[in-house]
T-cell receptor, first 110, second 115 residues
Framework: GENVEQHPSTLSVQEGDSAVIKCTYS??????FPWYKQELGKRPQLIID?????GEKKDQRIAVTLNKTAKHFSLHITETQPEDSAVYFC?????????FGKGTMLLVSP | GAGVSQSPSNKVTEKGKDVELRCDPISGHTALYWYRQSLGQGLEFLIY????????KSGLPSDRFSAERTGGSVSTLTIQRTQQEDSAVYLC?????????????FGPGTRLTVT
């Protein structure tokens, strides 16, 4: 089955800096790659996703890049703000199910 | 509209007891997923429903775990003879897509504590 590795497990940045979280996946048939944000005590929510027919997608301060050859994808957050502090999960999908990474705890200090 | 709801929000049970966890998906969503989230861990896939059928049960950790979905809506996850290692937050998610994969909308979870 699919295996998703996510790094780093924790990331501390100063407000205004950029943050990058990286994931690798094992199954070349995966074709959908979402990122979820989970604030403390809350449910995960989708922040951005990318499908295998594109290499990059942006939404304001958030961008995701996908390298299908290398089987890795990354989340980029620019101009970080304290409210970006949360756990971020990447995932990869074949067919109808998602395999999640173990998460990255992002802490943005004012 | 109403999001995904789960009940109970918290459940404390004694080792060896059976528990039932309920998920009410968003109305009209055909796909429903159960995940388990342990402290500091990611989201562990348990089972996926398309309508009332479960094409993928590969994530159920043992035969003590079972799930059903009726009327293409409500789902129940049952854990029999609970063990301490079953303690976790159980999350349910639903998705509108029939076949393929799309955004999953998560419920608030049920925190299960086995003493």
């Amino acid at each position: 089955g699919e295996n998703v590795e996510q790094h780093p497990s924790t990331l501390s940045v100063q407000e205004g800096d950029s943050a990058v979280i990286k994931c690798t996946y094992s199954d070349s048939a995966s074709n959908y790659f979402p990122w979820y944000k989970q604030e403390l005590g809350k449910r995960p929510q989708l922040i951005i996703d990318i499908r295998s027919n594109v290499g990059e997608k942006k939404d304001q301060r958030i961008a995701v890049t996908l390298n299908k050859t290398a089987k890795h994808f990354s989340l980029h957050i620019t101009e970080t703000q304290p409210e970006d502090s949360a756990v971020y999960f990447c995932a990869a999908s074949i067919a109808s199910t998602l395999t999640f990474g173990k998460g990255t705890m992002l802490l943005v200090s004012p | 509209g109403a999001g995904v709801s789960q009940s109970p929000s918290n459940k404390v049970t004694e080792k060896g007891k059976d528990v039932e966890l309920r998920c009410d998906p968003i109305s009209g969503h055909t796909a429903l997923y159960w995940y388990r989230q342990s402290l500091g861990q990611g989201l562990e896939f348990l089972i996926y429903f398309q309508g009332n059928s479960a094409p993928d049960k590969s994530g159920l950790p043992s035969d003590r775990f079972s799930a059903e979905r009726t009327g293409g809506s409500v789902s129940t996850l049952t854990i029999q003879r609970t063990q301490q290692e079953d303690s976790a937050v159980y999350l349910c998610a639903s998705s509108p897509l029939a076949g393929g994969v799309d955004e999953q909308y998560f419920g608030p979870g049920t925190r299960l504590t086995v003493t």
